[in-house]
């Protein structure tokens, strides 16, 4: 129990801690932007390995539940987290090595040094989560399909998964209305014609072939 505790005492410290250095470097803003970006590029993704497994006359649900999840643990893992702490590492570095040399002192050890370091962490999980997780829920008539051992023609199920993939688009569009002062509405349709002129042009595809 003890030992329990002193492990929940070390997370909400270290939570404290990071929020406060998120606070410090405005980092917010960041990991908003990384979040919205890779979550339309999973988003996107998603219904294109969705879309592209009907035409190739996929029936098997499983399939199209594995193939999403592959490519958004690749997209969302190694571009979404890794590659984005890397590189917001860096620059983060950077933007220290050029304070000190602002004000002509070492800064080891400072509360921004420590923030250099632990807001990058923060901005990567943010990217990643927006390229695994909305993919996934887009994935749910396939899962529930699944689970539940129903039998639901594959038309249905491809299309009812684009349609909460579009909704997630339009939210994501609102939004970012909503951060701009813009028409959230507007905004939003906006985001959903484009992941809508991906399914008309694949149901096109499929009807020709």
Not at 125 to 154: K, Q, V
């Amino acid at each position: 129990m003890g030992t329990l505790l002193w492990f929940l005492d070390k997370i909400i410290k270290f939570y404290k801690d990071l929020m406060q250095h998120v606070k410090i470097l405005n980092a917010k803003e960041i990991a908003r932007r990384m979040f919205v970006t890779n979550s339309f590029d999973g988003l996107l993704s998603s219904l294109g390995v969705i879309l592209g497994n009907y035409i190739y006359g996929t029936e098997n649900p499983e399939n199209y539940v594995a193939g999403v999840i592959g490519a958004s643990f690749a997209l969302g893992f190694f571009s979404g987290i890794v590659a984005t702490y890397l590189s917001e590492r860096a620059e983060r570095l950077r933007e220290l090595r050029q304070t000190e040399r602002a004000v002509m002192h070492p800064l080891s050890g400072s509360i921004y040094e420590k923030a250099a370091k632990t807001v990058p962490l923060y901005v990567a999980l943010w990217s990643g989560m927006g390229a695994i997780f909305l993919p996934i829920i887009g994935l749910l008539p396939f899962i529930l399909s699944i689970l539940f051992s129903l039998t639901i023609p594959i038309t249905v199920l491809v299309y009812s998964s684009a349609a909460i993939i579009l909704a997630e688009l339009f939210l994501l569009g609102a939004y970012l209305g909503k951060i701009s002062g813009e028409n959230s509405l507007l905004s939003g349709l906006q985001m959903t014609l484009i992941g809508l002129a991906a399914v008309v042009v694949f149901t096109i595809v499929n009807i020709i072939t």
